[in-house]
């Protein structure tokens, strides 16, 4: 068999952080099948830590947000959204453990979560939710 006659398969829609398992079989071309191989493993990669120790204040007419650093060693950045009437809207993607939200209106409170990006992308459940109240 030369290099390009390799058969390959590549099993697509992986859940993150999850174990697979595969044997093969061979059929030859009456029909007959061989042995199954030895089982080959493989665990995908999993999604990072959601963000905790989330804080947040109101501060010279901003809300002034933090958060705990991940401990994995390949985060990329953290999205930071605010909880919404129908779920949540993204407002800033942030390198740093922190974020100002100066859109934030006196006398009013915003609810907001963050995300854990690493560097492949993957992006951790929501954040606990935090509320900041401009008073």
């Not at 390959?8 to 992986?14: E, G, H, I, K």
Request: charged share 30%; no cysteine.
């Amino acid at each position: 068999m030369s290099e390009t006659d390799k058969i390959q398969y590549v099993d697509r829609s992986l859940k993150d952080g999850t174990l697979y398992r595969y044997k093969i079989q061979a059929k030859d071309k009456d029909g007959l099948l061989s042995d199954f191989s030895d089982i080959v493993s493989v665990t995908t990669k999993p999604k990072p830590v959601k963000p905790e120790a989330l804080n947040g204040r109101y501060e010279a007419g901003k809300a002034e947000l933090s958060w705990s650093a991940n401990k994995e060693s390949d985060i990329s950045h953290y999205v930071v959204y605010e909880k919404v009437f129908m779920g949540t809207e993204k407002i800033a993607e942030v390198k740093s453990v922190n974020y100002s939200d100066g859109s934030i209106v006196k006398g009013k409170n915003k609810v907001y979560v963050v995300t854990a990006v690493d560097k492949t992308g993957l992006e951790s459940e929501i954040s606990a939710e935090f509320t900041v109240s401009a008073k």
